[in-house]
């Protein structure tokens, strides 16, 4: 049973100084789940993210995946390379700022084709084949597909850095307020998207947002974060309909309506 | 079969001035298979409440419920997913939906969320979707633009799309007229021949009357 987990966090601490970024912080996740994490801003729960992703140091904690051999991985415990490499191939990392997530200077089919290259796709034609298939998912016109993305809107670049994420099937996407700057009708379609690869392929997702109508119809299961802690976590209907916690009580409640 | 036992349920509002509300206290029945049990009482006596607790959408604040073999109280978020997913539907008065997902696909997604392989996944869906009255052309639109009663119905393709053994009903008929609430209680009648274990509200006399086995008022417990 032990065997069956795909990613598990322990105990993760991060701290700045004096000032704490998460603590204490423990979280796991199967094939085919969806895990929201809440919280309002300056909460944690970027400083968790990039923390388990492997993108912060932590001060504290273990932070296991049971890789594609089913081997289990300590982040803490192997070196640079080693962790760029499962960057690459079982994760993948879907940032706030398309900018930080996106090759600014290079087409948009480069910057899809790119991370199909880097896991051993050679065939030109097969490579933009797939590039326009994903332009199209992401509703980006394929006309589009060699001008950079600094000819693009935020929100076309936003989809352009989830087609470019999830073009080589990772086990698990790690997304920070991924449909913070897409309008209403495009954030729709992502999360749709979304689902889908969720159930088809089995990818697993953990999903930082502050936006509790997006987690409501995305997560599973959602953990609340204030000032560095954990607070609140479980079934997502649970948390959200009957939250137990005075500051989720709180966060629940100020929303329009979810 | 669904069993509730002493199950207590009162409402802890931290940010309004800690106010403690509670819903009710001891609740205690049983629901065998092939039973239909209407929840009665008057608003706020917590009826859509129990539905919540059952389903696990609400923390239970004292007693059990026990579902086949199932204790909600002390299940993990996962096996609460699995026993919706396989054995527990829920029908609410609301259609929850991502924005722009055609009808058929939000219809079908239970049974593909179980493995079933599309094909036949999309052909159950065309023939509830028929059984429904829901028509043809709307199939591949969003439900979020379509009227209140074939919203509803879209939520009762969903709920009845799977044979779920056990099955909670929140006011199935509410916004229905006549011909389509016949519809979904016959539906619902043949669930209950079908051996499901059924607990609804149905606020419609009628409605109720046609498809209970029984009837549990909240306010007498």
């Given at each position: 049973?032990?065997?069956?987990?795909?990613?598990?966090?322990?105990?993760?601490?991060?701290?700045?100084?004096?000032?704490?970024?998460?603590?204490?912080?423990?979280?796991?996740?199967?094939?085919?789940?969806?895990?929201g994490?809440?919280?309002?801003?300056?909460?944690?729960?970027?400083t968790?993210?990039?923390?388990?992703y492997?993108?912060?140091?932590?001060?504290?904690?273990?932070?296991?995946l049971?890789?594609?051999?089913?081997?289990?991985?300590?982040?803490?415990?192997?070196?640079e390379p080693?962790?760029?490499?499962?960057?690459r191939?079982?994760?993948?990392?879907?940032?706030?700022?398309?900018?930080?997530?996106?090759?600014?200077?290079?087409?948009?089919?480069?910057?899809?084709?790119?991370?199909?290259?880097?896991?051993?796709?050679?065939?030109?034609?097969?490579?933009?084949?797939?590039?326009?298939?994903?332009?199209?998912?992401?509703?980006?016109?394929v006309?589009?597909?060699?001008?950079?993305?600094?000819?693009?809107?935020?929100?076309?670049?936003q989809?352009?850095?989830?087609?470019?994420?999830?073009?080589?099937?990772?086990?698990?996407?790690?997304?920070?307020?991924?449909?913070?700057?897409?309008?209403?009708?495009?954030?729709?379609?992502?999360l749709?998207?979304?689902?889908?690869?969720?159930?088809?392929?089995?990818?697993?997702?953990?999903?930082?947002?502050?936006d509790?109508?997006?987690?409501?119809?995305?997560?599973?299961?959602?953990?609340?974060?204030?000032?560095g802690n954990?607070?609140?976590?479980?079934?997502?209907?649970?948390?959200?309909?009957?939250?137990?916690?005075?500051?989720?009580?709180?966060?629940?409640?100020?929303?329009?309506?979810v | 079969?669904?069993?509730?036992?002493?199950?207590?349920?009162?409402?802890?509002?931290?940010?309004?001035?800690?106010?403690?509300?509670?819903?009710?206290?001891?609740?205690?029945f049983?629901?065998?298979?092939?039973?239909?049990?209407?929840?009665?009482?008057?608003?706020?006596?917590?009826?859509?409440?129990?539905?919540?607790?059952?389903?696990?959408?609400?923390?239970?604040s004292?007693?059990?419920?026990?579902?086949a073999?199932?204790?909600?109280?002390?299940?993990?978020?996962?096996?609460?997913?699995?026993?919706?997913?396989?054995?527990?539907?829920?029908?609410?008065?609301?259609?929850?939906?991502?924005?722009?997902?055609?009808?058929?696909?939000v219809?079908i997604?239970?049974?593909?969320?179980?493995?079933?392989?599309?094909?036949?996944?999309?052909?159950?869906?065309?023939?509830?979707?028929?059984?429904?009255k829901?028509?043809?052309?709307?199939?591949?639109?969003?439900?979020?633009?379509?009227?209140?009663?074939?919203?509803?119905?879209?939520?009762?393709?969903?709920?009845?799309?799977?044979?779920?053994?056990?099955?909670?009903?929140?006011?199935?008929?509410?916004?229905l007229?006549?011909?389509?609430?016949?519809?979904?209680?016959?539906?619902?009648?043949?669930?209950?021949?079908?051996?499901?274990?059924?607990?609804?509200?149905?606020?419609?006399?009628?409605?109720?009357?046609?498809?209970?086995?029984?009837?549990?008022?909240?306010?007498?417990?």
């Open positions: 049973m032990m065997q069956d987990f795909l990613f598990k966090a322990s105990n993760i601490s991060k701290y700045y100084g004096q000032n704490v970024g998460c603590k204490n912080v423990s979280l796991d996740i199967n094939s085919g789940e969806v895990l994490i809440v919280g309002e801003s300056g909460s944690g729960k970027s968790l993210l990039n923390c388990i492997g993108n912060l140091k932590v001060d504290e904690g273990d932070i296991l049971n890789d594609k051999s089913k081997t289990i991985l300590n982040f803490t415990k192997i070196d080693k962790l760029r490499l499962i960057q191939s079982d994760l993948a990392f879907v940032h706030q700022n398309p900018r930080d997530g996106l090759r600014m200077n290079i087409s948009a089919g480069g910057n899809i084709g790119e991370r199909l290259m880097a896991i051993g796709h050679r065939n030109y034609g097969e490579i933009r084949e797939i590039a326009s298939s994903w332009l199209e998912k992401v509703e980006i016109d006309s589009r597909i060699d001008d950079k993305p600094s000819t693009f809107s935020g929100g076309m670049q989809r352009l850095q989830i087609a470019r994420n999830l073009v080589t099937k990772p086990r698990l996407i790690f997304m920070d307020e991924p449909t913070g700057g897409l309008d209403v009708s495009v954030q729709a379609k992502i749709d998207l979304l689902r889908n690869l969720v159930r088809e392929l089995g990818i697993a997702a953990i999903i930082v947002t502050h509790l109508a997006v987690v409501r119809l995305l997560a599973d299961r959602i953990i609340v974060m204030q000032n954990v607070i609140e976590a479980g079934l997502c209907d649970q948390v959200l309909d009957d939250p137990q916690h005075k500051y989720s009580q709180l966060l629940v409640s100020s929303v329009l309506q | 079969m669904i069993q509730i036992k002493n199950l207590n349920k009162s409402f802890e509002l931290y940010n309004q001035n800690n106010t403690n509300i509670n819903v009710f206290k001891n609740i205690n049983k629901v065998d298979k092939g039973e239909v049990v209407a929840l009665t009482g008057n608003s706020g006596t917590g009826k859509s409440t129990l539905l919540k607790l059952i389903y696990g959408s609400y923390v239970i004292k007693g059990d419920v026990l579902i073999d199932v204790n909600v109280r002390k299940s993990s978020p996962r096996d609460i997913l699995k026993l919706r997913k396989n054995k527990l539907g829920y029908v609410s008065q609301f259609l929850r939906v991502v924005p722009r997902v055609p009808t058929i696909e219809v997604e239970p049974l593909l969320d179980i493995g079933c392989e599309k094909k036949i996944a999309l052909k159950k869906g065309q023939e509830i979707l028929e059984i429904l829901i028509p043809k052309n709307l199939w591949n639109l969003s439900p979020l633009t379509f009227s209140g009663g074939e919203q509803q119905r879209v939520n009762i393709a969903r709920g009845f799309i799977h044979n779920y053994p056990y099955l909670l009903l929140d006011e199935p008929t509410a916004s007229d006549h011909n389509n609430k016949n519809i979904v209680l016959h539906l619902i009648e043949k669930a209950k021949l079908n051996g499901s274990a059924i607990i609804g509200i149905f606020h419609d006399e009628i409605a109720r009357n046609k498809v209970a086995t029984r009837e549990v008022n909240l306010e007498n417990l």
